[in-house]
């Protein structure tokens, strides 16, 4: 028997025979990749970039090298969860807003278009996407964080460098835009039907944003804020993903332990890799999964 059989063998016994050998599936990865890889570095918190990226794709069905095994460790790993939490992969669910639960309903660059035209700015849809994107992506100096409490000195920072437009008044009537449910639409709109059944099903439910204040008013606009248990904000708990402290946040306010729980977003950076150094399981919208009946149903819950 091969080196990599035999530890998959260990890994399956400690998965079906007890508890204190859970291990999420995540670290399962690890421990196969690391049989396969043994040259790549593990850092200090347990893996490296390179590490976290072999490890996902052992787990997600590719297999390697032409095993073709991963997806059926997927199923192991979720059935044994069912037997471990009464019928249950999980005790709660932890969603990421914009990207997955919501989006914008149009174009950002059409909205910093259209708004600034009375304030006279002339830059086209084109020429602010690009600036925003670089904007963006500039370290922001001002504080360790993006989003401190209304964020409005980031927020006017990325305005003012989109547009060319430093004029309050503008920036106002952006800023308040982005609060009400004419600037976002929901993602799945059956969301609301499945957190409902998740919830009646004895799992917990929260939101996990890296965002401002503005999260709950945004929230309660679009009728959506009693859906949730909770919710944990990166400029309230002064953490944003991917640090793990945002998702350890958010298990406390939910009274779970971080490997009870999944999270559910779009970015594998600030999610994924985010989640599950907080040691949580994690999914990636649109590819792991495609909506959230489709989460409800692989945590065991029929919508």
């Known amino acids: 028997m091969s080196l990599i059989s035999t530890t998959r063998t260990k890994i399956r016994t400690l998965m079906t025979n007890s508890r204190t050998g859970y291990v999420s599936k995540f670290k399962l990865g690890i421990a196969l990749m690391t049989q396969r890889h043994p040259n790549v570095g593990i850092g200090p918190r347990g893996y490296s970039a390179a590490a976290a990226e072999a490890a996902e794709e052992e787990v997600r069905g590719g297999g390697g090298e032409g095993n073709g095994g991963g997806g059926v460790w997927v199923k192991d790993y979720e059935e044994y969860r ?11 669910l932890l969603v990421d807003a914009v990207g997955t639960l919501v989006v914008p309903s149009q174009p950002t660059a059409q909205i910093y278009r259209q708004i600034g035209e009375k304030y006279g700015v002339e830059y086209s849809e084109d020429e602010i996407l690009q600036r925003y994107r670089r904007a963006y992506e500039q370290p922001w100096g001002r504080s360790r964080l993006r989003y401190v409490d209304d964020g409005r000195p980031f927020w006017q920072y990325i305005v003012s460098s989109s547009t060319g437009c430093s004029d309050a008044r503008y920036f106002e009537e952006l800023y308040h835009y982005y609060m009400t449910d004419k600037a976002w639409h929901l993602c799945d709109p059956d969301a609301g039907r499945v957190f409902n059944a998740l ?27 009693h859906w949730f248990d909770a919710v944990a904000v990166s400029a309230e708990v002064s953490a944003e993903k991917p640090n793990p402290i945002i998702f350890l946040k958010a298990c406390e306010f939910l009274g779970v332990k971080p490997e009870d729980a999944v999270h559910v977003g779009d970015d594998r950076r600030n999610d994924i890799w985010g989640a599950r150094d907080a040691g949580c399981d ?12 489709e989460i409800a149903q692989r945590i065991g819950v029929q919508v």
Request: net charge positive; with cysteine; proline share 2%.
């Open 199 to 225: 919830r009646n099903a004895g799992v917990k439910v929260a939101v996990v944003s890296n965002f401002d204040t503005r999260l709950r008013p945004l929230l309660r606009a679009l009728d959506c804020e």
């Open 82 to 92: 069912r037997r471990m939490c009464g019928g249950i992969t999980h005790k709660a």
């Open 282 to 293: 994690a999914w990636l919208w649109g590819s792991d999964v495609q909506s959230f009946k």
